[in-house]
């Protein structure tokens, strides 16, 4: 006790023994593994309460899609968050890329500097405003889309739609996330296009490249790892996304909506946990909550990491 | 009396150059010709009234100080140097005997026909030995069927095809500095051009090296226009058969100070800088 | 070449009475022709439709504007500098298409979020709380005076775990740099990506279901926190990397201890970043809805206690609006977004500022 006390003041009095520099150290180390505890907490605890769940339920827990009392699965709201995920990158990684290649390649100086800073502004609109748009102004909009979408692309498989409802569509669901990754893929493609050396590009324009030719063999193979971490980034955001989702997709258990984006209904496993917490009936119901949660983190547990190794192999990026 | 054939001599010798320079315009043997070249970067001149004609299948020396706009100089020849957002230009380049910044011509075309090899090696990271040759055809979108005996032509022609020829699979990245400026010459003649920048092409490189690309450079002088920047000599010696010299002093854009045949910058210079500079007193 | 030319340095600097030009920006009156048409008939087209059909005027701008625009220019490409740039039109103008795209989106979000919320704005709404209030109670009643005191107090409550917490995690990246330095980067980078939702999970498992805790501002707070630590930690450690080594050795060779060092001398010279840092941690979490969802709930009257009872705050306060069949409490729900929205900004601009004035130095 008093020896800590001792210590303690000599950090203060910044003493030159080195007592105070270890004690600092130990400070410091300890601080540094909050992470590691977070994260170790969240899949012990979480993990923990996975475990009964998948005693009661078994494994058709994972691969039914129902939630009837005393039934539940949680496949359809699986499948679901990855259905909406690829809907967003589809819409967002085009729309990110060419954003990019107009900021780097095409864009005078002064006008890259706005629209980074418009880009930044982007990311930082809280997903529950994005979820507020969404359901006022977008859905609207977005409902006229698919039924033109159905009209005359109907007889493409994904784009039937037989109950001629097109509200809480997985598509809407995956424009906004779109809509939130843009920002974030952004943000690193144009970090990574703009860090193509110039003597390539010198030598590719002394080769007579046209803009095509140089991002086709020169920009994209040169920053491929960043790119792909880049998206991936988004891709986890876009997984664990719950609240901009929530106003905008109709929940439904079962049939599973496996391919018709523009038909109503689609699951989402961050939604679910929100949505059902309110009316959860009992500790039974929460635990089965918490379980979804467990499936949720280690999912995007799994597409950080991987994201992060590859971007990390590529060269660091600054955030 | 005196005075006025001091006069005459004068406007005799004014006219000769004149005429010397009309000459170097229209004679079929020159292939390029820079004509009072001035280069700006915003509201900084830093090269003035460079004039320099370039004999077709000789090597041109350019030599100087750094920072005297050698680099620069050679980046207009290709229109290389327009692609800097505050560049600028006056005066003319033409090649063949028409002005290449006209504006119905199409820069690609231009710099199809003036290749360019730079300071440091830069072969394509992502390609193979084989696609980095190969990459000039596929970034201009020109279409040519006999690929592996382009391959092997100019890989042969830049001095590298022994070296490489049973890795050409391998990941350019693999070989060393000297092999890569080798493997990008062969990139650049691979779309047969007709003329070749060099920008210090051996700044980067060890004297074994060095030496491999001078004897590439003799080789292909017989077929192709060779325009070479360099800091070295003995370099612009043993490989040019012309050469000129640049110089900027206390700041001021740089010029022409003298040119000629290499023989003569180098053994008989009129101007007293040249001479200190071609003994090493200064730059 | 026979004769060795040598130039007058005087009479060259007299010849040359030469303006700078940029000849590569001069173009034929064919290509300045071409680019015209490829710009007007398309606009002429979509012009006439605008006004004279019944096309939605979204659908007549993505699918008869948008690929109108790129066909007219891929024909101007071929007919100005042949079937090579073809690729280029078609990647400029879907390049200059996406980034309207984008503004697009988001000058709708921000426009609707003004002229919406700026309806909810009075002393009443942004001063008064929830109780008494129902969702169909008219506005002028009511506000979300109580929602701006549960965000405060949840995001200060993270802000005061999670700040110290990134800082020193940064400091062991780049002043203590001890052996786990590689791991402790990727678990911070991993930690980047947890779920908001997951977050909440996580405190309601382990602090509220097991009776530590109410749900409140403090659990809240809590939640906040683990998304808040990895922003600050990485945002830290960018700024910590910034600050010379000089300063460093400069001050151990005085005599200082490590622990000084960094606090008395590499600190103090980030503190612009250490701000920059905090704030971001703030505005990365101060619209996070999910978590309060789970571990703070609602409450309409104002709560100062941050351990005592539930507590609602700006997104909740958001969300509980929407979706709802009166239109006064929507304008609620627009008016909460204006008020989040403008602390947003407010956040932004002052990292934008810090920024400025640090690179300035």
């Known amino acids: 006790m008093s020896s800590t006390e001792t210590e303690f003041r000599d950090l203060q009095s910044a003493a030159t023994s080195h007592r105070g520099d270890r004690v600092f150290n130990r400070i410091i180390t300890a601080a540094a593994f909050t992470a590691l505890i977070v994260l170790a907490g969240i899949t012990i605890f979480l993990g923990f309460q996975a475990v009964p769940v998948l005693q009661t339920q078994g494994i058709d827990f994972l691969t039914t899609s129902i939630w009837d009392p005393p039934n539940y699965g949680i496949w359809g709201m699986l499948y679901g968050s990855l259905l909406l995920s690829i809907i967003a ?23 890259a500097k706005v629209l980074t800073n418009l880009v930044d502004l982007m990311a930082a609109i809280p997903s529950v405003i994005l979820g507020l748009w969404a359901f006022y102004v977008l859905s609207p909009v977005s409902e006229q889309w698919q039924a033109l979408l159905n009209q005359y692309l109907g007889w493409i498989p994904i784009f039937q739609n037989s109950s001629g409802n097109f509200s809480g569509t997985p598509f809407t669901a995956g424009f906004i996330l779109a809509i939130m990754m843009i920002p974030i893929v952004t943000s690193v493609t144009r970090e990574v296009l703009g860090r193509t050396p110039p003597e390539l590009i010198n030598a590719a324009e002394a080769l007579g490249c046209s803009m095509w030719t140089m991002l086709r063999y020169v920009a994209l193979p040169y920053g491929r790892g960043g790119l792909v971490g880049g998206v991936m980034l988004g891709l986890g955001r876009a997984l664990g996304e719950t609240i901009a989702v929530f106003f905008v997709l109709k929940i439904v258990f079962d049939p599973v909506n496996y391919y018709n984006i523009i038909e109503s209904g689609g699951g989402s496993v961050a939604t679910l946990i929100v949505s059902k917490f309110g009316e959860a009936s009992g500790p039974y119901e929460t635990q089965l909550l918490l379980a979804a949660g467990f499936f949720l983190f280690m999912g995007t547990l799994l597409v950080n990491v991987v994201a992060n190794l590859i971007v990390n192999r590529t060269g660091r990026l600054k955030s | 009396m005196s005075t006025a054939e001091f006069d005459d001599v004068k406007i005799e010798d004014v006219q000769e150059l004149e005429k010397e320079i009309a000459m170097r315009g229209t004679a079929s043997a020159t292939e390029m010709e820079a004509r009072d070249v001035s280069v700006w970067f915003g509201k900084r001149k830093v090269l003035e009234g460079v004039s320099i004609a370039f004999p077709k299948n000789t090597v ?5 100080p750094s920072g005297c706009g050698k680099s620069t100089f050679i980046r207009t020849l290709n229109r290389l140097h327009e692609l800097i957002p505050s560049a600028a230009l006056a005066g003319e380049v033409l090649y063949e005997g028409n002005d290449i910044y006209a504006p119905e011509v199409d820069p690609v075309h231009i710099r199809l026909k003036i290749g360019m090899v730079f300071q440091k090696p830069n072969p394509f990271p992502s390609m193979t030995i084989r696609g980095n040759v190969l990459s000039g055809l596929k970034l201009s979108g020109l279409k040519r069927s006999n690929h592996d005996d382009i391959v092997e032509h100019t890989l042969k022609a830049a001095g590298l095809w022994n070296e490489v020829k049973d890795r050409l699979n391998h990941a350019a990245g693999d070989l060393s500095g000297g092999q890569q400026q080798r493997l ?93 500079y071609v003994n090493g007193r200064f730059g | 070449m026979s004769a060795t030319i040598i130039f007058d340095d005087a009479l060259v600097a007299d010849l040359s009475q030469q303006q700078p030009q940029t000849p590569w920006g001069r173009r034929t009156s064919k290509f300045r022709t071409v680019v015209i048409l490829a710009i007007l008939i398309p606009a002429a087209i979509v012009t006439m439709l605008w006004w004279f059909s019944e096309i939605p005027k979204p659908v007549l701008m993505v699918s008869i504007y948008l690929p109108l625009q790129i066909v007219a220019s891929v ?13 280029d039109a078609v990647i400029i103008v879907s390049a200059i298409g996406a980034t309207i795209f984008s503004l697009v989106v988001l000058i709708s979000v921000l426009w609707s979020i003004v002229t919406k919320g700026m309806q909810a704005l009075s002393a009443a709404f942004l001063f008064q709380n929830n109780e008494y209030i129902s969702p169909s109670t008219p506005l002028g009643y009511g506000g979300l005076g109580h929602a701006v005191v549960g965000t405060i107090l949840i995001v200060g409550i993270s802000a005061l775990i999670a700040v110290p917490l990134g800082v020193m995690t940064a400091i062991y990246i780049t002043e203590v740099r001890g052996r786990a330095v590689p791991y402790v980067r990727f678990f911070v ?72 060092v960094v606090l008395k001398v590499v600190v103090p010279a980030a503190k612009t970043g250490m701000i920059t840092a905090a704030i971001l941690g703030v505005a990365r979490v101060v619209g996070e ?38 239109p006064d409490a929507v304008i609620r729900a627009w008016g909460a977004a204006l008020t989040l929205m403008v602390l947003v900004a407010i956040l932004f601009t002052l990292t934008r500022m810090l920024s400025a004035k640090r690179l300035g130095k």
Do not use: W
Not at chain 2, 248 to 274: A, K, L, M, W
Not at chain 3, 304 to 323: E, R
């Open chain 1, 89 to 111: 990158l589809v819409i967002a990684v085009p729309t990110s890329l060419l954003l990019s290649v107009f900021m780097v390649f095409l864009a005078p100086n002064s006008v």
């Open chain 2, 60 to 64: 041109t020396a350019l030599i100087g």
């Open chain 2, 184 to 276: 990008v010459i062969a990139r650049a003649l691979a779309v047969n051009p007709s003329v070749l920048l060099m920008d210090e092409p051996c700044s980067a490189l060890d004297p074994g090296s060095t030496l491999k690309i001078e004897e590439t450079i003799r080789e292909l002088s017989s077929e192709i226009t060779i325009i070479i920047v360099t800091h070295n000599m003995q370099q612009a010696v043993r490989v040019a058969d012309n050469t000129a010299f640049f110089l900027s002093t206390d700041g001021t854009p740089g010029h022409v100070i003298e040119q000629g045949p290499t023989t003569e910058i180098f053994g008989n210079p009129q101007d007293q800088r040249t001479l200190d």
């Open chain 3, 75 to 87: 024909l101007a490409a071929i007919a100005v500098r042949g079937t090579k740039s073809a690729i």
């Open chain 3, 189 to 260: 980078q991993a930690m980047s990506g947890v779920p908001s939702v997951v977050a909440g999970l996580f405190i309601l498992t382990t602090l509220i279901l097991t009776g530590a805790l109410n749900q409140s501002a403090f659990a809240a707070g809590l939640a906040y926190a683990i998304l808040m630590l990895p922003t600050v930690a990485r945002t830290a450690e960018e700024v910590l990397k910034l600050v010379p080594d000089e300063l460093r050795t400069g001050a151990l060779a005085l005599g200082s201890t490590r622990a000084r």
């Open chain 3, 289 to 326: 809805t999910a978590p309060l969802l789970l571990t703070a709930l609602k409450n309409d009257k104002t709560v100062l206690n941050p351990f005592s009872d539930p507590i609602s705050a700006l997104p909740t306060y958001i969300f509980d609006n929407v979706a709802q069949p009166y």
